[in-house]
């Protein structure tokens, strides 16, 4: 983005209603003009919020980040430069480089990072931490020629990647990527020496753009896509299976197929982290069996379901898993080496992210897979994500027990020995349940998306209760699958968020659940600060069921309608702990 | 020349908003709290950019105004590009 388009989207209205965003923009450098792009590009990022960046003291660091009300803040975005570990790092202080000075150095800047390593964890406990460590060169002060990284010098080098290496454990810090930040900001394209001797602000123009993209993609940070389908033929491995056979198709060295053993490692890696993969293919579907019979593929039949495999066109294979996985069209990718069925399924499902595999082009496949990286990415893998897949596999079984006549479903939901847990939910231990509440859309009761501070500030508010729901049965576990948010009046509970995965639907959790809040919290009433959404029917149905009539804002169900409308609940509850403690 | 002012107005007024056309060509220290040593520097930021020329710091301070923006440029050659 070039400075005047910054400003420029910087002077776009904003609807007088919109909510206040704002972002803490610590740094020891002026922050001119970065603080310009980074507002911009959260407006991009953020179009319904009124964003505002607001900057500490020049040359404060430290002091930017200890003053901070953390409070009046959704986000922090921590700017470092080895300036900020110890001044004489710098060029605006003249202060000495003599050899015998330089151990001095290091040591004043290991103790800086010490204590901007602590004030960092403090304010963490409160808010999103985005932090971006040194970006520009070391000044010539050592003794070594440019090409020798002398003793002093690798260790500031060793001081900054051990601070990242902290800083990166820290539950709600997020470090810029320094990988990222070179594609974008060539090393040597980044320093405005004249520009930091006159305003002190180091950056050119193009780095501090490249610093604000960065530092916006982490503040405002967009879902992650939740499944992706594959093509085989040329995509997964190399070769066609129906013209060269099992042993015909390749993803090796010596063949010079190896990119598609990488995509299968990068698939394998994506299951791994409860991404769901799934395959579709026009192809034989007992060869198909066969080839993934080979011991040698990267990924294997268990992290892949479901398969598709037949001649129908790739359009009603994406329809068919989309409804097996429950999610929507445009959390999907789909991808295959053939433009003309991208173009088939893109037609029918134009949400659907469709990628090209670029077969034969090693450079183009390896740029693929990062931009996948970057459709796929997370700040946290929880234990949750292993059990998605193989929660998916089950839930077709109970998907064909729902539309089953009532009593067979009492009977099937009665033999699979549920067991339903209630955790009240801690602040500093809570990655899954906010990920559960941003994500779910389905089971969700206003489709309200929470940021961190908002999500915190729930944990301190002395009437408010926030319960994770576990499941598992005989058939296995399914892991937290319910959040529940809200207040306690008296004997009244307001139900603000209330989440249900769809991995988790036709079990009657969300039955118990209410029928747990009325025992545990003694109520006689339980309001729902519902909202329609166009994507959620299935609690929309749900408290049509409850209530006698579709649902309104602010729609109260006592107990006594709940108790008479509610259905057999056949599950065990364990862990009856009281909200407030 | 018209192309030059025209880019020089749109430069200023991504700096300036809320200024028509004919306030910002009468742009300069003058204008009331509207010039400041912030703007001055986002305007010869903007500029620089816009106009890929580099201005040498000793010059800025007699950068002062539109019409001095103005001058100066149209003795660069590069921004008849």
Wanted: charged share 20%; net charge negative; glycine share 4%.
């Amino acid at each position: 983005m070039k400075l005047i388009e910054a400003l420029e989207t910087l002077r776009c209205p904003v609807a007088d209603a919109a909510p206040e965003f704002n972002v803490s923009l610590a740094c020891g450098i002026s922050p001119l003009h970065l603080q310009t792009f980074l507002a911009a590009e959260l407006r991009k990022r953020l179009p319904e919020n009124r964003v505002v960046v607001r900057p500490g003291f020049y040359g404060d660091l430290l002091g930017n980040i200890q003053r901070l009300n953390a409070s009046a803040m959704n986000s922090l975005a921590l700017v470092i430069e080895w300036a900020d570990f110890d001044p004489r790092l710098g060029i605006r202080t003249l202060a000495g480089w003599r050899p015998m000075e330089l151990p001095n150095i290091v040591e004043s800047a290991t103790q800086m990072a010490g204590r901007l390593q602590n004030a960092i964890r403090e304010i963490a406990q409160f808010l999103p931490v985005i932090v971006c460590l040194p970006t520009l060169p070391l000044p010539p002060m050592f003794s070594t020629k440019r090409a020798h990284a002398g003793q002093c010098e690798s260790q500031l080098l060793y001081l900054a990647a051990s601070l990242a290496n902290d800083l990166a454990r820290v539950p709600g810090v997020r470090l810029l990527s320094v990988q990222t930040l070179a594609d974008i900001s060539p090393f040597s394209c980044r320093y405005d020496i004249k520009s930091e001797l006159a305003t002190g602000f180091p950056y050119t123009l193009s780095h501090a753009s490249a610093i604000g993209d960065l530092l916006s993609r982490l503040i405002a940070e967009s879902s992650p896509k939740k499944g992706l389908i594959t093509d085989l033929d040329d995509t997964l491995w190399a070769g066609v299976l129906g013209e060269d056979g099992v042993d015909g198709i390749s993803w090796e060295l010596d063949r010079h197929t190896q990119m598609h053993g990488v995509f299968q490692h990068f698939l394998s890696s994506l299951a791994g982290a409860g991404v769901l993969v799934g395959v579709a293919s026009k192809n034989d579907p007992a060869n198909v069996e066969r080839a993934f019979e080979r011991s040698d593929l990267y990924l294997t039949k268990n992290d892949i379901y479901p398969l598709e495999v037949h001649w129908s066109p790739k359009s009603n294979s994406v329809r068919r898993i989309l409804e097996t996985w429950n999610v929507s069209a445009d959390s999907v990718v789909f991808v295959d080496d053939s433009s003309m069925e991208l173009a088939e399924v893109k037609a029918v499902f134009p949400e659907l992210e469709c990628m090209l595999f670029p077969r034969g082009d090693d450079q183009a496949i390896w740029q693929f897979l990062r931009n996948l990286r970057d459709l796929f990415g997370k700040s946290v893998v929880t234990e949750d994500d292993a059990l998605r897949l193989r929660s998916i596999r089950d839930a077709d079984a109970w998907r064909a027990m729902a539309q089953s006549p009532a009593a067979s479903l009492d009977e099937f939901l009665k033999a699979a020995e549920a067991v339903i847990t209630f955790e009240p939910v801690l602040a500093d231990a809570s990655a899954r349940e906010f990920e559960l509440i941003n994500k779910t859309n389905q089971f969700n009761l206003n489709g309200r998306r929470l940021i961190q501070s908002e999500w915190r500030a729930l944990f301190n508010d002395p009437d408010a209760f926030v319960l994770s729901v576990s499941y598992k049965d005989k058939f296995g576990p399914l892991g937290k699958v319910m959040v529940v948010a809200g207040k306690a009046k008296g004997q009244s509970l307001i139900l603000d968020s209330w989440v249900l995965s769809c991995r988790a639907f036709s079990r009657r959790i969300e039955h118990r659940c209410l029928s747990y809040l009325f025992e545990t919290f003694s109520a006689n009433q339980v309001t729902f600060e519902f909202s329609p959404t166009p994507k959620n029917a299935p609690v929309q149905e749900l408290l049509t069921q409850i209530l006698g009539r579709p649902p309104e804002p602010g729609a109260t169900l006592t107990r006594e309608q709940f108790e008479t409308k509610v259905p057999p609940l056949f599950q065990r509850v364990e862990g009856k702990i009281h909200a407030s403690t | 020349m018209p192309q030059l002012e025209d880019r020089l107005i749109r430069c200023f007024a991504s700096v300036f908003p809320g200024y028509t056309q004919e306030e910002i060509v009468e742009m300069g220290e003058n204008s009331h709290g509207a010039w400041d040593s912030l703007s001055a520097v986002t305007v010869a930021a903007v500029v620089q950019e816009e106009f890929n020329v580099e201005i040498d710091p000793a010059v800025l301070p007699q950068l002062d105004s539109f019409q001095m923006y103005r001058k100066y440029l149209s003795r660069t050659s590069s921004t008849l590009e």
